[in-house]
Structures are given as structure tokens and as C-alpha cells.
């Protein structure tokens, strides 16, 4: 069993040395040491492997006989024996993302017991970084629901302020569902290239001068030049009331104006916000198993679904709907994507009889009662 020690040595060469005796002496093994200067003098930091039978009350008095003072003892995981500052440098890059998961960090790092003065302190400064950060990473609120009726345009070069501020106000999950990684921050860069995608569209949905919604279509050369890749983003106090579906239905219109024959869009297969948005465009659709996500393929003509399933893995590009943080599919080069089960998305599941010529907007011409 792993135990955590903290004690105060006694002020006398040949302390430590001693407390290591003892130890050796009762088969305990010290896996790990640090040493650190308090106000009271030095303060030892053990990780110790044990055989059964011992507790932490027996490990404070075998302390307590090598002369140490103010131990504490706790159990702890395997994971302690990580270099501590580069388990305390990833904490601070998770703050980056998240700077109110401070307590989170703190109770994976050091538990919820008494601290030893040295954990006390990295605690202190933990807190005070998370604090910076969020004050850095302050937004003002946007627009509310109710405050005005949404307008939809297509997006210009000028909108990427607009985009970077609606994209900070949306939450951690809405961000990553998104864009299927972790996203913190989107850049002006960025944000310009999604606001006017090479040889696509965007649409964005504004109340007063502020974006609470976007949708984009681009094109997914590697899917041949008439496909489009389209991704939606909804500010989370706008999510639940139609605008996602008002946005996908224009920036489809616009694509196929565009001339594409299909689009796109990748979905996680939990994010059943999305793929009930994609079954309300009443189009044909098709989806397919792409490594850890679902292609969903939407089609604009007749014949756009008949090669949309055994394709090859791509390269995601920039000049996508997508930002190029997206890892690739694990399947291997020329192995055909699994269709998804369409039992489990009846949303996307082709009814007996609709299997029509689909109309100018893509819908079959079926009975749909």
C-alpha cells in the first residue's frame, strides 16, 4: 500500500538518515523525498510503499520514534510518484482552458485533508493563477433571450470580432462539440477565415451588433468539389429554440448555390442536439461511422448519396468548415467507413416509401405522413 508522509524532521545531521532506518528496519520502502523550508525549519515530503497490516497511526509513531514532529500520513494512488511540477505545469494548462475548475485541480493534485505547509502553498499559488486567469478571460454578457429577434446574413471579414466574442461566451462543451477538440480561445485569424471560408459561406445570426449564432459551409475537396463540409455553433442561452436549424437550412440554401450536390457535417455521436437538427431539415440523409464520430451526408441532388460511404480516410484542411486541430481517423488507408446502425439515429433513418427523386430542395418527394 502507498502512503503520503509529511514530518518535520528533527534539527540535527543525521535526521533523515535516521527516519530512513527506521523504515529499512520494518521492510518500508521509501519511494519518493522532497524537502522543503518552512517557517519551523525543514518539512520532508515521503511517498512509502508497505506491506499489509500497517496504518496510518503506526506510521505516525514510527516517525514520532525517529525524532520527527507534526506528521501527518494519508493513502494515496500510484499517480503521486509523477514528477510533481510537471504534474502542477498540466494543472495550469487545464486552468488556462478552464480557470474555475481550480478546485477540481487542487483535489486531484492534493486531496481534501490537512495539508502539509508546502501543499499550502502550491494551493495558494494555484488559486491565485486561477483567479488572473478568469479575470483575464472575462467577458461582458451578451445579448439574452427576448432582448431582440435574431437576424440572419451571410458573414463577412468584419464579423471575426463579433465571432471571437460569441465564441468566448460559449461554454466548454458547446466549443467542443463544435469542433470536436478542446478549443480555448479562437484567434482573429481564425475567426476571419471562418467568417468568409475560401470558395464557402457563412451565416451568421445577430441581435444589435452582437453574434449569437454561425453556421459555415466550406468545401471538403478531398470528397470531390461539389461536397461541403457545414458545422453549426449556437451561443448556449440561444441553444433550444430553433436557431441552429434556421442557420443549417440558409447556409445549406447558400451552398447549393454554391453548387454543391451534398454536404457534410461530423457529428459526436452523443450530441443529440445536432443530429435532431439535421433530421428537421427533412432532407435525405445518410450516416456513416467515421472513426470516433458520425458522417452525416445531406443530399442536394439525386444522386449525391451513392458514393458516401466507403471512402478512404482524408486529411483535414484549413480551408474547411473546421479549424486544423481535429486528429484524424483512425481507420487505416482504404478501409471503408462503417455505416452506422441507422436503428440507433431513427432521426436519420430513410422511411419505406420516401425513397422518392428528391425536390429542388433536396427533400424526397415520398409520403412523409
Given at each position: 500500500?502507498?502512503?503520503?508522509i509529511?514530518t ?9 538518515a ?6 529499512g ?7 519518493s ?8 525549519g ?27 514532529l ?9 499517480d ?5 511540477p ?16 481550480v ?42 433571450p427576448?432582448?431582440?429577434v ?30 470536436h ?19 464557402g ?8 451588433d ?27 442561452g ?38 435532431r ?15 470516433d ?13 451513392s458514393?458516401?460511404v ?10 474547411r ?49
Amino acid at each position: 500500500m502507498l502512503w503520503k508522509i509529511g514530518t518535520e524532521l528533527a534539527d540535527r545531521p543525521g535526521a533523515l538518515a535516521e527516519l530512513a532506518a527506521r523504515c529499512g528496519a520494518d521492510d518500508i520502502n521509501i519511494l519518493s523525498l522532497e524537502v522543503f523550508t518552512a517557517e519551523t525549519g525543514a518539512v520532508d515530503e515521503l511517498v512509502v510503499s508497505t506491506g499489509a497490516g500497517w496504518t496510518a497511526d503506526a506510521l505516525k509513531a514510527l516517525a514520532a520514534e525517529a525524532g520527527c514532529l507534526g506528521t501527518t500520513v494519508r493513502p494515496c494512488q500510484a499517480d503521486v510518484l509523477n514528477d510533481a511540477p510537471t504534474r502542477y505545469l498540466r494543472a495550469v494548462l487545464r486552468l488556462i482552458d478552464d480557470p474555475v475548475s481550480v478546485d477540481d485541480e487542487l483535489g486531484n493534485l492534493l486531496g481534501f485533508e490537512e495539508y502539509t505547509p508546502a501543499e499550502w502553498a502550491r494551493a495558494d499559488v494555484l488559486v491565485e493563477i486561477a483567479g488572473r486567469l478568469a479575470e483575464r478571460f472575462e467577458v461582458t454578457e451578451g445579448p439574452r433571450p427576448g432582448s431582440g429577434v435574431p437576424v440572419l446574413r451571410k458573414a463577412t471579414v468584419e464579423d471575426a470580432e463579433a465571432v471571437v466574442a460569441m465564441h468566448e461566451r460559449c461554454s466548454y462543451e458547446s466549443r467542443t462539440r463544435r469542433y470536436h477538440v478542446p478549443m480555448a480561445k479562437l484567434t482573429a485569424r481564425t475567426a476571419r477565415h471562418l467568417s468568409a471560408p475560401a470558395g464557402g459561406v457563412s451565416i451568421v445570426a445577430c441581435v444589435g451588433d452582437a453574434v449569437i449564432g454561425m453556421a459555415t459551409a466550406a468545401p471538403w475537396e478531398e470528397l470531390g468539389r461539389t461536397t461541403m463540409e457545414v458545422a453549426v455553433l449556437v451561443e448556449d442561452g440561444w441553444q433550444g429554440q430553433g436557431l441552429g436549424l434556421r442557420l443549417l437550412r440558409q447556409v445549406v440554401a447558400e451552398a447549393r448555390l454554391l453548387g454543391a450536390d451534398r454536404v457534410v457535417c461530423l457529428v459526436q455521436p452523443e450530441n443529440d442536439a445536432m443530429l435532431r437538427t439535421l433530421e428537421r431539415l427533412r432532407m435525405r440523409s445518410r450516416a456513416v461511422r467515421d472513426g470516433d464520430h458520425l458522417m452525416v451526408t445531406v443530399a442536394l441532388s439525386d444522386q449525391s448519396l451513392s458514393h458516401a460511404v466507403d471512402r478512404a480516410p482524408v486529411q483535414y484542411r484549413l480551408n474547411r468548415a473546421t479549424p486544423p486541430h481535429r486528429s484524424q481517423s483512425p481507420r487505416s488507408p482504404g478501409q471503408p467507413a462503417g455505416e452506422h446502425p441507422l436503428a440507433a439515429l431513427p432521426a436519420l433513418q430513410p422511411h419505406p416509401g420516401r425513397a422518392g427523386a428528391a425536390g429542388r430542395d433536396g427533400a424526397d418527394r415520398g409520403d412523409r405522413s
